[in-house]
């Protein structure tokens, strides 16, 4: 039974950081993309970062400069580093798992995690 699970959120004041993980487990297939996302109350679901198998980035414009993605193959791991946060940047943070062979890519969610900026 494939299982994602992200951890790391909490409280922090603005200018503070976070490292949110995202765990994947029962996973035979290859892991392709994965990406961070990210839903404020009222708003819709927004892409913050996502990085491919091959370790290419790409980041949502508002937070470029402030958070890094990266990934530990071997651990089934990926993280994302969110520097000099903003009440803004307070949302339910989600990670999505890609993968598959080939043609095939089968994508997972997992249950999100609370980032709380104080001002």
């Known amino acids: 039974q494939v299982q994602v699970v992200e951890s790391g959120g909490g409280l922090v004041q603005a200018g503070g950081s976070l490292r949110l993980s995202c765990a994947a487990s029962?996973?035979?297939?290859?892991?392709?993309?994965v990406g961070w996302y990210r839903q404020a109350p009222g708003k819709q679901r927004e892409l913050v970062a996502a990085?491919?198998?091959?370790?290419?980035?790409n980041y949502a414009d508002s937070v470029k400069g402030r958070f890094t993605i990266s990934r530990d193959n071997a651990k089934n791991t990926v993280y994302l580093q969110m520097n000099s946060l903003k009440p803004e940047d307070t949302a339910v943070y989600y990670c999505?798992?890609?993968?598959?062979?080939?043609?095939?890519?089968?994508?997972?969610w997992g249950q999100g995690t609370q980032v709380t900026v104080s001002s």
């Open positions: 029962g996973i035979t297939f290859r892991i392709k993309t």
């Open positions: 990085i491919s198998s091959d370790t290419s980035t």
């Open positions: 999505n798992v890609n993968y598959g062979r080939l043609s095939l890519t089968i994508s997972s």
